[in-house]
Nanobody, 126 residues
Framework: VQLLESGGGPVETGASLRLACTVS????????MGWFRQAPGKERVFVAA????????EYRDSVKGRFTISRDDAKSTVFLRMDSLKPEDTAAYYC????????????????????WGQGTQVTVSS
């Protein structure tokens, strides 16, 4: 089982990035998916999540209206579109998968996820 994040990098304030999480070794349609981030010296925090059916999404308050999570199960990939990036968005971003029997279920805490990727770094300069 592998979750592989990509799309991170250094950008300037106001720029956009699209992160991708490619999943292999599991049936992604059986999992709700989430993105978390961890800034240097800080704990890992929830960023966004999407349900199995793609209908239910949730975001941390500081990214609402700027970030969009989506999924393409045919490609076993989950995306995080990030617009209007700010220096405080600088962090390592991690993709995670949460097995669930429910199509509209999402997870909001790290311990509710079963599988994690290695992360991709996003650095936003002012």
């Amino acid at each position: 089982v592998q979750l592989l994040e990509s799309g991170g990098g250094p950008v300037e304030t106001g720029a956009s990035l699209r992160l991708a999480c490619t999943v292999s070794g599991l049936i992604v349609s059986a999992y709700s998916m989430g993105w978390f981030r961890q800034a240097p010296g800080k704990e890992r925090v929830f960023v966004a999540a999407i349900s199995r059916n793609g209908i239910v999404t949730e975001y941390r308050d500081s990214v609402k209206g700027r970030f969009t999570i989506s999924r393409d199960d045919a490609k076993s990939t989950v995306f995080l579109r990030m617009d209007s990036l700010k220096p405080e968005d600088t962090a390592a971003y991690y993709c995670a998968a949460r097995y669930t029997d429910y199509f509209d279920d999402i997870g909001r805490t790290s311990d509710s996820y079963d599988v994690w990727g290695q992360g991709t770094q996003v650095t936003v300069s002012s």
